[in-house]
Each structure stands twice: as C-alpha cells, then as structure tokens.
C-alpha cells in the first residue's frame, strides 16, 4: 500500500462523518416535509369524499323530486277538466226523468269519479275546506267577504272551487268565500305542512 492509498483512505474516513451528519440533518426536514404532505393529501381526501356523499345525497334529492313533481304542470292542467265535469253534473236539474239524461248524467259522474282516482294515485289530493273552517292562505284563495256576525271572522263559509295538492305541494288553493264581521277564529296552523313553491 502507498502513501497516497492511506491518505485517501483517511480522507474518506474523516469525510464519512460529515456526510453522515449532513444525512441526519436532511433526514428530520425531509420527514418533516412528508409529514406535511401527507396530511395536506389526507385532508384533500376526506374533503373529496364529503363532498362526493353531499352531490349523492343532493342527487337522491333532485330524483325523488323529480318523481314526485314531474307531472305537476299536467296534473294542473287536468284540474279545470275536473272543474268542469263538476259544474257540468251541477247544472243538470236533479228530478229530471229523461231516461237519456240520465244515462248522460250517470257517465259523466263516473268519468269524474275516473278522474279523481287517477289523481289520487299520483299523487294529487282534493283541498275541499268544510264551512267553518279557518281561512288559511297556504291552502286557500279568499274569493269574497260574506258579512256574518254568527260566523267567527276568517272561517270559511262557501268553496267556490275546491284546491288541489300534489305530494304536499299545492297546485292549486281552494277558492273560497269567509266570513267578515264576527268574532275571531282560534289560530290552528293548518297547512303548514304544504310546500307551495310549484
């Protein structure tokens, strides 16, 4: 072995430690630095996921709303149909004994009856307030004003055309006559349950 082997052997020797210490120095900022990353990268995660089950839940939603609502304009439409087989029954005089008419009678009442139970099965449910209920402007629309000291004030006296809902939201409210002038009605929340926003 020469001189020169052992003076590099000694060189390296003495440059070991240095590159060991500037390892070890390294080594707790490059953790550190990981650390971080990975914190910064489970967070975008979970954040990714929230926000994934919000649209599906948001999803799921919009879907049942759609179900629901979807055939809300049609329904509407079909209501001035069953408005008039109504007032077509009610303008025929009831002890009329044509047998003709009768039978005329007897079929528009059932093409009514059709009607309604069609409604019904998707959805869509009669708001036919009794005479004496109270007024509820989610449900019904005052038509006129009756002067009645017996009535409580704000009941409902005449339904002029009955209002229609559909899965709790109104398509429709009842139109109705109340009465004016007699004691207040007792406050009762009725229809706070239905969502008029169609």
């Known amino acids: 072995m020469t001189q020169s082997d052992i003076d590099d052997r000694d060189e390296r020797t003495e440059a070991m430690p240095e590159n060991e210490q500037t390892a070890t120095e390294q080594q707790p900022d490059e953790l ?15 954040r990714t996921l929230a926000e994934m089950e919000n649209l599906r839940k948001r999803t799921e939603r919009e879907v049942a709303d759609a179900k629901a609502y979807a055939v809300s304009t049609f329904a ?14 009610s303008a025929v005089p009831p002890d009329d004994e044509d047998p003709a008419l009768k039978s005329l009678v007897e079929g528009v009442a059932m093409t009514g009856r059709e009607l309604q ?9 009669k708001i036919e307030p009794a005479p004496g209920e109270k007024f509820d ?7 006129f004003e009756v ?6 004030s704000g009941s409902v ?36 349950g239905i969502d008029k926003s169609a």
Do not use: Y
């Not at 439409?77 to 077509?88: F, I, P, T, Y």
């Not at 139970?117 to 449910?125: E, I, N, P, R």
């Not at 339904?159 to 139109?175: D, Y």
């Open 32 to 46: 550190t630095r990981l650390q971080t990353e990975h914190a910064e990268m489970r967070d975008r995660v979970l």
């Open 76 to 89: 509407r439409d079909l209501l001035s149909v069953a408005d008039n087989l109504d007032r077509a029954l």
């Open 147 to 152: 002067p009645d000291p017996n009535q409580p």
């Open 157 to 192: 006296v005449q339904v002029v055309v009955p209002g229609f809902a559909i899965s709790g939201r109104l398509l429709r409210p009842a139109m109705v006559g109340v009465s004016k002038g007699g004691p207040k009605a007792a406050a009762n929340g009725e229809g706070a």
């Open 137 to 143: 402007p989610n449900l019904h629309q005052a038509m």
């Open 117 to 125: 139970s069609t409604l019904a099965k998707h959805g869509v449910t």
